[in-house]
């Protein structure tokens, strides 16, 4: 790996980073803005889930720009759509300007998973790829631990809009980086071969230190065109299916702990500071199961290693449910089960970029993360009309972590070839 390596692998970690603080800062918001406003669970569940929306949007529909028109100027405009959605939501004065401002922010962080889950695969050499995937998602929940360190600070003196005030200086500080300083994917260029590729590519190996091509390699036109409309050929279809419903069903545990934790431990009697350590602790249990992850995929298969922390994911969360109002052991027990769901979210990254060859990797990912994370978007709302109903904690907690469970089933039927990073279903 070269230093050019490197720092796409780190880049791509910070701007992971940035999607942790800024999915994460509408649930550090949330009391703040419940008590202002007066709104009802229900009601706040749906100011939950208007990111949501936007990241199932942005997924796929600008997953496929990533692929269409190259991972830099994707990855530019997504970060410039958060900075954008960040601030204006620290201006609002409704719940419904609000939820706009939210779906802005989810549409650039949608299109920014697909775009940098593909860079960093594309970037990575073939025996750390797993390795590089999963140190890029540990980016999320780094940022959310450190996000949430800052935002309890800056609770002590300043109201909820604050905090998307800094979400919007530290999205805009990574603007200049990646117009400056970030290339474009050689497997990108190398396939699609717009006007100055081979030009651009001799510069990128040149930085890596490698030694420069005279030509480009030989793929007929009409192959060059083929993107998103693969997904659903015979050779992925099957795939694309097993990713999406595995990646969606995981989603339930995923956004019942990320959006309620707060919510529930103020509700349980302790300070709205209070909360947002217990969250900041799952995050940190997430930083460390994705790590853990990765490093295991070195000595053990990435498939088998996800289904195990997805086993695991149900067991934690359903604890949760039943952890008594003591601070010390819900920080606990959110920290582990933060361990196992971020384990497997970053499993379920790295197989993205192994299911799906180059030509609709940024296409594959955008639309498994897309229909995902835009059906869980009912997750707090439905976990709020439970609550409403009169449903108690440990009831919803175990129907959200059922999920894992789900998803793992599916995940059984996945079969790729590691080392060719290609489904076995399409290679003849």
């Known amino acids: 790996m070269s230093r050019l390596q490197l720092f796409v692998v ?12 800024d999915v994460m800062s509408i649930s550090f918001a949330s009391p703040g803005i419940a008590s ?44 410039i759509a958060m900075t954008i959605g960040m601030y204006m939501a620290s201006t609002v004065s409704s719940v419904n300007a609000l939820c706009a ?24 050499n073939a025996k750390r790829q797993p390795l590089s995937v999963s140190i890029m998602a540990v980016g999320y929940p780094v940022g959310a631990v450190l996000g949430g360190l800052v935002v309890a600070r800056l609770l002590r003196t300043h109201d909820w809009r604050s905090i998307f005030q800094l979400g919007a200086v ?81 989603m339930l545990p995923f956004y019942f702990m990320l959006k309620w934790v707060p919510k529930i431990v103020v509700d349980l009697g302790f300070a709205v500071l209070a909360a947002a350590g217990v969250l900041v602790w799952a995050n940190i249990g997430g930083a460390l199961g994705g790590l853990a992850l990765g490093l ?71 639309f498994a993360i897309g229909c995902a994370r835009g059906s869980a978007a009912a997750t707090p709302i439905v976990a709020g009309f439970l609550f409403d109903l009169g449903y108690a904690r440990p009831s919803v907690a175990l129907l959200m972590s059922l999920g894992a469970i789900v998803s793992a089933v599916i995940l059984l039927a996945l079969r790729v070839r590691p080392e060719l990073g290609e489904p076995e279903s399409s290679r003849g």
Not at 200 to 222: F, S
Request: one cysteine or more; glycine letters at 10%; a positive charge.
């Open 10 to 21: 780190v880049l791509t970690v910070g701007l992971n980073a940035l999607d942790g603080f």
């Open 36 to 79: 202002e406003w007066g709104i009802s669970r229900t009601a706040l569940g749906i100011v939950l889930s208007m990111e949501l929306i936007g990241m199932g949007l942005g997924s796929v529909l600008l997953g496929g720009a990533a692929d269409r028109f190259g991972r830099r100027p994707t990855i530019l405009g997504c970060v």
């Open 101 to 124: 401002w939210r779906i802005v922010t989810g549409l650039g962080i949608g299109g920014l998973l697909a775009a940098i889950n593909a860079m960093v695969a594309e970037f990575s």
């Open 170 to 250: 530290m999205t805009g500080i990574f603007i200049p980086l990646v117009l400056f300083y970030l290339p474009e994917s050689v497997h990108w260029l190398a396939r699609k071969q717009p006007d100055g590729a081979l030009e651009r590519i001799n510069r990128t190996l040149a930085r890596m230190g490698h030694a420069t091509v005279t030509a480009l390699p030989q793929i007929a036109a009409e192959v060059r065109r083929r993107s998103q409309a693969d997904l659903f050929s015979p050779a992925l279809i099957r795939s694309t299916v097993i990713v999406t419903l595995a990646y969606a069903f995981h």
């Open 296 to 366: 295991l995929t070195l000595r053990f298969g990435l498939k088998p290693l996800t289904i195990v922390v997805l086993l695991l994911t149900t067991v934690m969360v359903a604890i949760f449910g039943r952890t008594p109002p003591d601070l010390q052991q819900l920080s606990l027990i959110c920290a582990a089960a933060g361990f196992c769901i971020n384990a497997a979210i970053v499993g379920m990254y790295a197989l993205f970029a192994q299911a799906f060859p180059t030509h609709v990797r940024a296409s594959g990912t955008g």
